[in-house]
């Protein structure tokens, strides 16, 4: 069967086809009347939205997350507000950040890490589709995030506060002694400066590796509390209040 261009009935100009909101809506480019396009595949030979769309839910039915995050991106590029896409990779990255039970890339876990990962990822990719929904919808978006929020914010107020020890070779080895847990605030504010302050300069990187070498044993003398601890614990104070004010 012969392909018919796409022509307007009122006054026979192109009807320009767009695909923003993944429907195939085509409006001529001399009247602005509007037409309902019926299963765009291509425009100008180039996959639409909605096509790709498609190919990323086919890929997530498979379990196949990273060829999905790639058709989503691929939608963003084409149409960046589009709600589909941004929800979509919420959803496969909510599944790698379970997939990693919710470890930083220091192998360290717990409350405030879980948290801090899952409201990360909230906030890239699920506030924006939500922003871009429609009511309804965005409505939907807001009710499947409203169980993590909660736990972000349980998580925040202490409420999963517990004895924790870091896990891998990157934990603050000194501030968990002296505070008694690894998920506080203080120890989560210490390990952001050193991820997005120390870690961006050669002093503060070897500044890092010193302290991993020789905090473990200060560590073990600092948890048994007395004046160096509380000493410590009063510098630290300091400080971290000093990096809050920035």
């Not at 026979?12 to 001399?30: A, M, P, Q, R, S």
């Not at 909605?50 to 963003?76: H, P, R």
């Not at 409201?119 to 929904?133: D, G, L, N």
């Not at 203080?186 to 500044?207: H, I, N, P, Q």
């Amino acid at each position: 069967m012969a392909m018919q261009p796409a022509i307007c009935t009122s006054c026979g100009g192109k009807i320009n086809v767009d695909d923003i909101d993944l429907n195939g809506f085509g409006e001529c480019e001399y009247c602005h009347a509007a037409y309902k396009v019926i299963d765009v595949i291509t425009i100008d030979g180039l996959p639409t939205a909605k096509t790709l769309l498609q190919s990323a839910t086919f890929a997530m039915e498979d379990g196949n997350y990273e060829k999905a995050v790639k058709f989503f991106d691929e939608i963003i590029a084409i149409k960046p507000n589009c709600h589909e896409a941004w929800w979509g990779l919420y959803l496969c990255n909510a599944y790698f950040d379970a997939y990693y039970q919710y470890r930083d890339k220091y192998g360290n876990s717990g409350p405030l890490v879980k948290a801090s990962i899952m409201q990360t990822t909230i906030v890239k990719y699920a506030k924006r589709a939500i922003e871009y929904a429609p009511q309804e919808t965005a409505a939907k978006y807001a009710e499947s995030i409203a169980e993590s929020l909660q736990f972000i914010e349980a998580a925040k107020n202490g409420e999963f506060d517990v004895k924790e020890e870091p896990s891998g070779q990157s934990g603050c080895y000194i501030a968990t002694a002296v505070y008694g847990s690894y998920s506080c605030d203080e120890v989560y504010a210490l390990r952001r400066f050193r991820d997005e302050v120390l870690y961006k300069s050669a002093a503060g990187r070897l500044f890092i590796r010193i302290y991993y070498k020789v905090s473990p044993t200060l560590a073990k003398h600092l948890k048994k509390g007395g004046a160096v601890s509380s000493i410590v614990r009063r510098a630290l104070d300091k400080f971290i209040h000093g990096i809050l004010d920035r």
